[in-house]
C-alpha cells in the first residue's frame, strides 16, 4: 500500500485535467474532420517529435514498469535487454519497412498485407490481431491499472472502470491526434517520475558505489548463459529480434503511429527517437528495481516479492508531493497504452472488417464505427475483468500472454521475407501462416498441460520460448519459401513497389545522411551499453 496524502492527490488529479484538457484541445481542432484518415490516422500530418514519443509511450505500459522492476530485483538488468534491443529494431522499421507502408498508403498491416499477398492473408492477421488485442493488451492493461489504484486506496472495481472510462472516453471523441498528443504529455510525465525514483533510491542507499557492493556482480551483467531459464544469449540474439520484428515492425499497435506522419522523413524520424527513448528503461525502470533489492538487502525496507519492488521503493523513500507525481507516471503509463490499443483496434474493425463488407460507406459513417467500435471494446474490457481477477493467481494469465509469442514468428516471416523476394507469393504465405498458428497453439496447448507429459514433449514444452520463437521462425520461413518455389509466382506489376529492387543504386540525400549518422550513434550507444554491462 503506497500511502498518500492530500498533496499527492492534488498532484494526481492535475495530472488528468491535464491530460484530459489536451485531449478537448486537440479533439476541438479537429472537430472538422474531412474524412477518416483524419479520425484514424491523425490525417497523415504528424511530425518526428510525437510519432517518437508515442511509440515509446504506448509500448511502455503500466504493467511493463512494474515488471521491469521486479525483474531488475530478481535477477538484475538481464530483463533490459529486450529494451535495448528495441533500438535495432525501430532502426529497422524505419529504414527497411517505412518507405514500403507510405509509398503503399495502407492503413492498416493486414491492409498491406492484401496488397503484398491476398484478401486471405488479410483477414487472418486482423482476426489474430484483434483477437490478441482484447485477450492480452486490453485485458492485461486494464487490470495493471486496476492494481495501481488498489496500491493507492481504492477499490480495485472502482479503479478498473475508471481507468477504462476515462481512456475511452477520449480515445472515442479525439481518435489518433488526441492518442499521440496525449501520449507526449504522458511519456514526460512517465520518464520524470522515473527518473526520481532512479535519483532518490540512490541517494537513501548512499551513492552507487554502495548499490555495487550491496548486490552480487552478476546482477550487472546483460549476458546470461545460454541454458539460462529466462534470458539466454543465444535467445537474446536469435529469438528476441525476431518477436522484435513482429512487434516494432508489423503489429498495426505500434505502426499506426508511423503511418500517420506526413511524409517519409518525419516518419523515419520517429522511428529513430523512438530508438533512443528505448535506451532508457535500464537506467530509469530496471535499476530502481535492483536499488529496492538493494535497500532490503541492508534492512532499510521489507520487500517481500520482488513484483513489488516498485511500489516498495516509491512508499519507502518518494516524499509527499513526489509519490502523486510517481503514481501519475504510472497511470500515465497504462492510459498511453490503453487508448493505443483502443484506436488501432477500431481501426482494424473499421477498415479490415466493415468497410470490407460495405465499401461504399461514407467517411461519417467510418469515424462512427471506428467510435463505436472502441465503446464495444471498453465494455468488453470492463466484462473481462471479473475473469482476469479469476486467471491472474493462476497459470492461464501467463498462457494468455505467451500466445503473442507463439503467433508472431509466422507473421515477421511473411512480412519480411516478403519484402525481400518477388517470388514469395501468396500461397507460401497462407502455408506459412497457418502452419506456424497450428504450432503456436499446439505449443500453448502442451503448456497448458505440461503436469501430464513426459519424454520428447515435455522437453518441447521446455524450451525456452526464445528459443522455440527462433525455431518456429526457421520452421514458417522454410515453408514460405518452399511453397513458394513450387507454386506460380506473382506478376512483377503486383510486387514491384512492394519488394526491394536490387539493381537499383542506393542514393542517400543529405537529410538521410544526417539520419544515418543518428541511427550509427544509436547503435553505438547500443554497442556501449553491451559492453558496460558485460
Same mark, same amino acid.
Given at each position: 500500500?503506497?500511502?498518500?496524502?492530500?498533496?499527492?492527490?492534488?498532484?494526481?488529479?492535475?495530472? %488528468?485535467? %491535464?491530460?484530459?484538457?489536451?485531449?478537448?484541445?486537440?479533439?476541438?481542432?479537429?472537430?472538422?474532420?474531412?474524412?477518416?484518415?483524419?479520425?484514424?490516422?491523425?490525417?497523415?500530418n504528424l511530425g518526428w517529435v510525437v510519432i517518437g514519443a508515442s511509440l515509446f509511450a504506448s509500448n511502455i505500459g503500466s504493467e511493463h514498469l512494474i515488471g521491469l522492476a521486479g525483474a531488475g530485483a530478481a535477477g538484475g538488468v538481464a530483463v533490459a535487454q529486450f529494451e535495448i534491443l528495441?533500438? %535495432?529494431?525501430?532502426?529497422?522499421?524505419?529504414?527497411?519497412?517505412?518507405?514500403?507502408?507510405?509509398?503503399?498508403?495502407?492503413?492498416?498491416?493486414?491492409?498491406f498485407l492484401e496488397a503484398r499477398y491476398s484478401k486471405s492473408a488479410r483477414t487472418y492477421l486482423s482476426f489474430i490481431s484483434i483477437l490478441g488485442y482484447v485477450l492480452t493488451k486490453i485485458s492485461v492493461t486494464i487490470y495493471a491499472g486496476a492494481v495501481v489504484f488498489e496500491a493507492i486506496g481504492f477499490d480495485f472495481w472502482l479503479g478498473a472502470f475508471f481507468v477504462v472510462i476515462a481512456t475511452g472516453a477520449y480515445t472515442v471523441l479525439g481518435g489518433l491526434k488526441a492518442v499521440i498528443y496525449t501520449d507526449f504529455i504522458q511519456m514526460i510525465i512517465m520518464i520524470a517520475g522515473a527518473i526520481l525514483v532512479s535519483i532518490l533510491g540512490i541517494q537513501a542507499l548512499g551513492g552507487i558505489s554502495e548499490l555495487k557492493q550491496a548486490v552480487e556482480p552478476e546482477y550487472f551483467s546483460l549476458w546470461k548463459a545460454s541454458n539460462h531459464p529466462a534470458f539466454p544469449w543465444t535467445g537474446i540474439l536469435f529469438g528476441a529480434p525476431i518477436l522484435g520484428v513482429w512487434y516494432w515492425c508489423t503489429d498495426q499497435f505500434i505502426v499506426q503511429r508511423v503511418l500517420s506522419a506526413k511524409n517519409i522523413t518525419q516518419a523515419r524520424r520517429g522511428t529513430i527517437f523512438g530508438a533512443f527513448l528505448k535506451m532508457l528503461p535500464l537506467f530509469i525502470f530496471v535499476i530502481p528495481g535492483i536499488i529496492c533489492f538493494a535497500l532490503a538487502q541492508k534492512n532499510i525496507l521489507q520487500l517481500t516479492n520482488t513484483d513489488n519492488a516498485l511500489p516498495t521503493l516509491v512508499a519507502t523513500i518518494m516524499p509527499t508531493g513526489l509519490k502523486g507525481l510517481v503514481i501519475a507516471g504510472l497511470l500515465a503509463a497504462l492510459m498511453s497504452s490503453l487508448s493505443s490499443v483502443f484506436n488501432s483496434c477500431s481501426t482494424l474493425i473499421t477498415y479490415d472488417f466493415y468497410k470490407q463488407y460495405y465499401p461504399k460507406s461514407s467517411e461519417k459513417k467510418l469515424i462512427w464505427v471506428g467510435q463505436v467500435s472502441t465503446v464495444i471494446l471498453v465494455i468488453l474490457g470492463i466484462a473481462w475483468i471479473p475473469l482476469m481477477k479469476l486467471v491472474s493467481n493462476g497459470g492461464l494469465f501467463q498462457y494468455l500472454?505467451?500466445?503473442?509469442?507463439?503467433?508472431?514468428?509466422?507473421?515477421?516471416?511473411?512480412?519480411?521475407?516478403?519484402?525481400?523476394?518477388?517470388?514469395?507469393?501468396?500461397?507460401?504465405?497462407?502455408?506459412?501462416?497457418?502452419?506456424?498458428?497450428?504450432?503456436?497453439?499446439?505449443?500453448?496447448?502442451?503448456?497448458?498441460?505440461?503436469?501430464?507429459?513426459?519424454?520428447?514433449?515435455?522437453? %518441447?514444452?521446455?524450451?525456452?520460448f526464445l528459443h522455440f520463437a527462433l525455431l518456429l521462425f526457421v520452421i514458417c520461413s522454410t515453408?514460405?519459401?518452399?511453397?513458394?518455389?513450387?507454386?506460380?509466382?506473382?506478376?512483377?506489376?503486383?510486387?514491384?513497389?512492394?519488394?526491394?529492387?536490387?539493381?537499383?543504386?542506393?542514393?542517400?540525400?543529405?537529410?538521410?545522411?544526417?539520419?544515418?549518422g543518428l541511427s550509427a550513434l544509436v547503435i553505438v550507444i547500443i554497442l556501449t551499453m553491451w559492453i558496460v554491462f558485460s
Amino acid at each position: 500500500m503506497i500511502e498518500l496524502h492530500l498533496l499527492d492527490y492534488l498532484v494526481i488529479a492535475f495530472y %488528468f485535467l %491535464f491530460v484530459f484538457w489536451v485531449a478537448w484541445f486537440v479533439t476541438i481542432r479537429s472537430k472538422k474532420r474531412k474524412n477518416s484518415d483524419d479520425y484514424f490516422l491523425a490525417g497523415r500530418n504528424l511530425g518526428w517529435v510525437v510519432i517518437g514519443a508515442s511509440l515509446f509511450a504506448s509500448n511502455i505500459g503500466s504493467e511493463h514498469l512494474i515488471g521491469l522492476a521486479g525483474a531488475g530485483a530478481a535477477g538484475g538488468v538481464a530483463v533490459a535487454q529486450f529494451e535495448i534491443l528495441a533500438g %535495432f529494431i525501430l532502426l529497422l522499421l524505419g529504414w527497411v519497412f517505412v518507405p514500403f507502408y507510405l509509398k503503399s498508403g495502407v492503413a492498416t498491416m493486414p491492409e498491406f498485407l492484401e496488397a503484398r499477398y491476398s484478401k486471405s492473408a488479410r483477414t487472418y492477421l486482423s482476426f489474430i490481431s484483434i483477437l490478441g488485442y482484447v485477450l492480452t493488451k486490453i485485458s492485461v492493461t486494464i487490470y495493471a491499472g486496476a492494481v495501481v489504484f488498489e496500491a493507492i486506496g481504492f477499490d480495485f472495481w472502482l479503479g478498473a472502470f475508471f481507468v477504462v472510462i476515462a481512456t475511452g472516453a477520449y480515445t472515442v471523441l479525439g481518435g489518433l491526434k488526441a492518442v499521440i498528443y496525449t501520449d507526449f504529455i504522458q511519456m514526460i510525465i512517465m520518464i520524470a517520475g522515473a527518473i526520481l525514483v532512479s535519483i532518490l533510491g540512490i541517494q537513501a542507499l548512499g551513492g552507487i558505489s554502495e548499490l555495487k557492493q550491496a548486490v552480487e556482480p552478476e546482477y550487472f551483467s546483460l549476458w546470461k548463459a545460454s541454458n539460462h531459464p529466462a534470458f539466454p544469449w543465444t535467445g537474446i540474439l536469435f529469438g528476441a529480434p525476431i518477436l522484435g520484428v513482429w512487434y516494432w515492425c508489423t503489429d498495426q499497435f505500434i505502426v499506426q503511429r508511423v503511418l500517420s506522419a506526413k511524409n517519409i522523413t518525419q516518419a523515419r524520424r520517429g522511428t529513430i527517437f523512438g530508438a533512443f527513448l528505448k535506451m532508457l528503461p535500464l537506467f530509469i525502470f530496471v535499476i530502481p528495481g535492483i536499488i529496492c533489492f538493494a535497500l532490503a538487502q541492508k534492512n532499510i525496507l521489507q520487500l517481500t516479492n520482488t513484483d513489488n519492488a516498485l511500489p516498495t521503493l516509491v512508499a519507502t523513500i518518494m516524499p509527499t508531493g513526489l509519490k502523486g507525481l510517481v503514481i501519475a507516471g504510472l497511470l500515465a503509463a497504462l492510459m498511453s497504452s490503453l487508448s493505443s490499443v483502443f484506436n488501432s483496434c477500431s481501426t482494424l474493425i473499421t477498415y479490415d472488417f466493415y468497410k470490407q463488407y460495405y465499401p461504399k460507406s461514407s467517411e461519417k459513417k467510418l469515424i462512427w464505427v471506428g467510435q463505436v467500435s472502441t465503446v464495444i471494446l471498453v465494455i468488453l474490457g470492463i466484462a473481462w475483468i471479473p475473469l482476469m481477477k479469476l486467471v491472474s493467481n493462476g497459470g492461464l494469465f501467463q498462457y494468455l500472454q505467451s500466445v503473442q509469442a507463439y503467433i508472431s514468428p509466422p507473421i515477421a516471416a511473411v512480412f519480411l521475407l516478403g519484402l525481400f523476394s518477388r517470388k514469395i507469393n501468396a500461397k507460401g504465405a497462407m502455408a506459412s501462416l497457418y502452419a506456424g498458428f497450428v504450432i503456436g497453439i499446439g505449443r500453448l496447448i502442451l503448456e497448458i498441460n505440461k503436469d501430464s507429459l513426459s519424454g520428447f514433449w515435455l522437453e %518441447f514444452t521446455q524450451i525456452n520460448f526464445l528459443h522455440f520463437a527462433l525455431l518456429l521462425f526457421v520452421i514458417c520461413s522454410t515453408i514460405l519459401i518452399s511453397v513458394s518455389l513450387i507454386s506460380k509466382p506473382e506478376t512483377i506489376q503486383k510486387t514491384k513497389d512492394l519488394t526491394f529492387n536490387w539493381k537499383k543504386k542506393l542514393r542517400f540525400n543529405p537529410e538521410e545522411k544526417r539520419d544515418l549518422g543518428l541511427s550509427a550513434l544509436v547503435i553505438v550507444i547500443i554497442l556501449t551499453m553491451w559492453i558496460v554491462f558485460s
